[in-house]
């Protein structure tokens, strides 16, 4: 593989011209020290003329990760060109990020705590809807779900099945689930496991979704680096994830999760979108950030030109 910048070091014109192999092995190089950031396009800024996905990465993250993303209508308020297939380009050209979306593989047959929440066409996961993503500039695709969805591990192991076998090399591939997402089954603990993780990467994910510990019942720091420990062996990234409202935390409870999230073995850290409505706490991003890269990466990555 070509030598690669770390996340850390990247610039918009480095961006541009990252193959899918290089996003990986720039997350890599990183140790542990790149920071998602999950914003909710759908619902208004938090201030006025500048975008959420604009302040996300004003606090410092690497990788903006769109939810409720429909690529049938994209749509991201507060943006010059907020609607329609240039959405993603528009956003790189602001923010000069990598820029992820969320797609779910519904299981219709699931058997769920609360009554479904139905998603239109285009927030589905299936293969028309990636090779839609692709065309549109997306660089990462999430496969999860959102609470009341009904999304299961077995047809998150279809999606990334059908989705490695077509576009396999055009897309980075994200799997796993950050709560129940509805299933009576798959809560807790049971969110995921040694036996789904091999079954995830076998299909072909690169990297797998895990719950950060204290984010969700029974999940423990001992329990996520047992699993990430999995996830490193068959040679795949593992991203901790933040998708249980804590991302409006407090400082300190944000600092522990980070922490515990890295010494689990984290390659990723994701913070959600649940801060405010669409958008984590601000400077929670930060505050992660500092935590497990310190003040002179955070800084920089906050203070880097998208001219460069």
């Known amino acids: 593989m070509d030598m690669v910048k770390r996340i850390l070091d990247i610039d918009t014109s480095d961006m541009h011209k990252m193959s899918k192999d290089a996003i990986i092995q720039s997350i890599r190089v990183a140790e542990g020290r790149t920071i998602v950031s999950e914003v909710l396009g759908i619902y208004p800024p938090l201030y006025m003329d500048v975008s959420n996905v604009e302040l996300v990465c004003a606090f410092g993250a690497d990788i903006i990760l769109l939810n409720y993303y429909d690529v049938n209508n994209p749509h991201v308020f507060g943006l010059p060109?907020?609607?329609g297939e240039k959405v993603i380009s528009e956003i790189k050209r602001l923010t000069g990020r990598l820029?992820?979306?969320?797609?779910?593989?519904?299981?219709?047959n699931a058997d769920l705590i609360e009554k479904r929440e139905e998603l239109t066409e285009g927030r589905l996961a299936t293969l028309e809807n990636i090779k839609k993503a692709i065309a549109q500039g997306v660089d990462i695709i999430v496969l999860t779900g959102n609470p009341k969805t009904g999304v299961t591990n077995r047809e998150i192991i279809k999606a990334i099945a059908e989705i490695k076998k077509?576009?396999?090399n055009e897309i980075v591939i994200i799997a796993g689930k950050m709560h129940a997402a509805g299933s009576v089954c798959e809560s807790g603990r049971g969110i995921i496991n040694k036996e789904t993780i091999e079954e995830f990467?076998?299909?072909g994910s690169d990297i797998i979704l895990l719950p950060a510990p204290g984010t969700v019942p029974g999940v423990t720091v001992q329990y996520?680096?047992?699993?990430?420990?999995?996830?490193?062996k068959y040679g795949a990234l593992a991203m901790t994830a933040i998708g249980?409202?804590?991302?409006?935390?407090?400082?300190?409870t944000i600092k522990a999760i980070a922490l515990n999230s890295k010494m689990a073995g984290a390659d990723i850290h994701h913070i959600g979108d649940a801060g405010f409505t669409g958008v984590a706490v601000p400077e929670n991003i930060m505050v992660y950030s500092i935590a497990i890269r310190g003040k002179r990466h955070t800084y920089r990555r906050m203070a880097r030109s998208v001219n460069r």
């Open 99 to 108: 820029v992820g979306i969320n797609l779910e593989p519904v299981d219709l």
């Open 244 to 252: 249980t409202s804590q991302e409006g935390s407090d400082e300190n």
């Open 81 to 83: 060109t907020d609607r």
């Open 201 to 203: 990467i076998k299909a």
């Open 166 to 168: 077509a576009v396999g």
């Open 224 to 232: 996520v680096k047992e699993l990430i420990d999995v996830v490193h």
